[in-house]
């Protein structure tokens, strides 16, 4: 061996590879980003969310918009111009569906009908007295309502609302249910009591009383929704994590925290309500979707959003009622619905082991 | 219908539901259908044995004619009370004799004298007799009983004096039994559709008997209306009454003309959604529903156009305008809210059941009394009268609310005309609902822009439209009055020449249009599901059928 001994060096340790601490929430990002279910709800959602913010604009439709001779008309039906010619002023216009054309010929006899329907489908312009049918370029890809309006237009427009309601609602909540139980649990005792009782109280009450109150009190307003289905929430996430809480105020840390004189403000802060992150979470992602139907039940109680505004959950319940004769009034809304709640369930759950700082680092 | 069966359509909707159960449960949930199970005649044994098989809507709260408010409860009451006269088969401005065989008016249609037939009988085998009917206006008139219909017998002279405790001795009321056979009504005015009025539950009579042996006379809910006690005189008596399910009536076999009933007995079903219903006919468990489903008439129109019957139907479909809010004050701004509205547009393509675009209040078939052609489309003068009240293009109006009840129809009808406000003259509307006693009082108190409204006429005369609105009267709720009106009315009451009568309302109205405290919307009609074997049912304005003449054909198979 004429190379000589080889020298055993350690390798110079480059000060980019050094070990660096990192953040709770780089590690959750880390650990959620393995989690491709989460993953894809996460992205889902943030589709959704998108599609709602920005197509309403270029769909070429707005969701107050009504063309009451269109109908219901189904997703991508062929539709028909019927021009009216009137003795005075300009010929009236008005839009039919493949699915009504029939109707327009009703004296005639069934086979009649339907041979002049299939000669208008057909592409024919067609004349019945002061009326001239002809095919037309539009188009409606989720179909139209009963008032012809154009129902995606009207589900991205319910899901800004519904989004809005949801999130907006839980943060209230959450503020609210986190400060209320870790106070309550923190300081214990008469305190506790007390405040617990008073949610307690609360809870007792049905929900739409205590919301009727609310709308009675301070009027019918879009904002007072999110606060008033916010002011309901809030209880469930109060006892959790009161009861997070007061497991975790036993322990060594909190002890440590305290024998180094920190303020109680500050022990709730920086070390208990950080340690509970994760419950708040999870709960926090099963709140939304509760109070996405909370919105569709007062909606329907005429408490919550008035027409021609909707959410998914007016849409939904609108179309429950046609699905006979109409069902994609039912199936859109209720699929953008779904998904999203899919969506966030998955996410919850993601966050859940992201968030978990008994988790192993990896 | 989009090219598949409704047996694939059922599938798919079984799916979906399945796809989106986490979803939907709590929408279900609120429209679960009561389809009941346990009905026990088919429709072919029921045509055999000619027993009727209808729903009349929700569960009657009564019985007891003098009691009863409602269509429902009317539709029942029909077959086993009979008026002074009765429905004919198909016209109904006509009456045909009832518990009186013939009768005479004066010159001036003010003094009336019925004579009750010899051959009439209650169930119970007492003879009907003038005194029953006396006693049967009494008790309406008794301000302890508390009937909602009182008023309707406020035309008999002294009546109202009697209702209010101003005289006790209830001989000062216009009415008399001459003898037992012989009743005179004497009227405060002229009152040439009396006929038509006496055929209303107010004025039906009830058998003294029964009545006061199971309370006084004013006892309210007492239990002669069960099924065990109740005391007929019409072509059927009561047989069986189960709650929430059904009320059957058989042929009573005292009735005067018991020889010219064709029906053996009928049964009424009470189910009070529309979607059921139609279930059960298609189940061939009922030989007629009350209504369609709406999104239901067009299949029907299309394809079993002989099961679907569209009927005029005596009624109004409005908004209330609250006519003591700024702007909705001024006339113009009244008429052209009306000429905004394309009623064309809507009967044709939300309502599809043959409603008529409403051109004045009071809807044709009144009698002789022709509708009125004033409000009619007309955008452009819409703009204009607009404009001249001040608010050009819209310009600084202020924003308004239409109220109406939580009905489907309603909102779509509401969200369609907000629209076209919107269009036509830039007004922006907003749309609130109510629960039905919410929005009740509401109306009532006045609180409110635009209120939902509707009425429907209680017997065949234009008064029964034109007079509550009156100033001041307690169905109008408007806060409009106009003493020009009220004169109109006023003297059309004191008139006894028929034309020149109707001449009178006809300026009334004309005058009501000029200045409308409503937006008209359309004329109702009456949309139902019929059997064919179902025999003489005809077409009537006010509804009221007079089940004698009603028949059922044994051939036919029940409908599928």
Redesign the interface.
Known sequence: MATGTASIEPAPIRADELVQGTSLWKDAWFRLRKNHVALFGLYTFCTIALLCLVVPFFTGYTY???E??L??S?PMEPIFLRTEARKA?EPKK?FIAL??L??EF?EKS?SDRKAIVAKIAEGEVYQEGRNTYQRSSQRHVFGTD???RDLLTRVLVGGRISLAVGFAATLVSVCIGVLWGATAGFAGGKIDTVMMRFADILYALPFTVIVILLMVMFG?NFILLFVAIGAVEWLNMARIVRGQIISLKNQEFIEAAISLGLPSHRILFRHLIPNVIGSIIIYATLTVPNVM?LE??LS???LGV???LSSWGVL???G????????WL??CP??F??LT?FCLNFLGDGLRDALDPKASKD | ??GFSRND?KK??AL?AL??I???V???V??TNSTKEGYSLTLQEANKNKILLLTVGSEPRTLDPQQAQGVTEHHIIMAMIEGLVAPSIDDQSKAVPGMADHWEHNDDYSVWTFHIGENRKWSNGDPVTAEDFVFSYKRMLTASFGAQYSENLFILKGAEDYYRGKITDFEQVGVKALDDHTLRIELVGPTPYLLSLVQHDSWLPVNPKAVLSFGKIDTRDSKWTSAENFVANGPFKMKSWRPNDVIEVVRNPLYWDAGNVKLNGINFYSIENSNTGERAFQAGQLHKTDQVPL??V??Y??RHPDLIRIDPYEGVYFYRINVARKPLDNPKVRLALNLAVDRD??V???LREDQRPATGYTPPGMGDYQPLNKIAYDP?RARQLLAEAGYPHGKGFPKFTIHFN?V?SH??I???I??MW?EELNIDV??????WKVYLDTQNSKNYDLSRSGWIGDFMDPVTFLSMWTTGNGNNNTNWGNPKFDAFIEQAARTGDPQARLDILHRAEDLFLSEPPVVLVYWYTNAYLLEPSVQNWNPLVLGNHNYKYIDLKAEREPAK
């Open positions: 107050e918009q009504t009451i001779s109908k219901a189904a002023g008005s699915s009504n029939e109707d009703l069934q009963p008032l012809g019918r139907l569709a039940v329907f109680l005429g008035q027409p021609p939904i319940d609108e429950s009622r046609t699905m006979e004769t109409s069902i039912l199936v209720a699929i619905f779904s709640l | 219908m989009l359509m798919l909707i979906v796809l989106i986490g979803g939907l709590l929408f279900g609120g429209h999104d239901k067009p299949y129109r299309r547009a809507i044709k393509n939300i452009e939580t489907e909102r779509a509401a969200e369609a907000q629209q919107k907003s749309l609130e609902n109510q629960e």
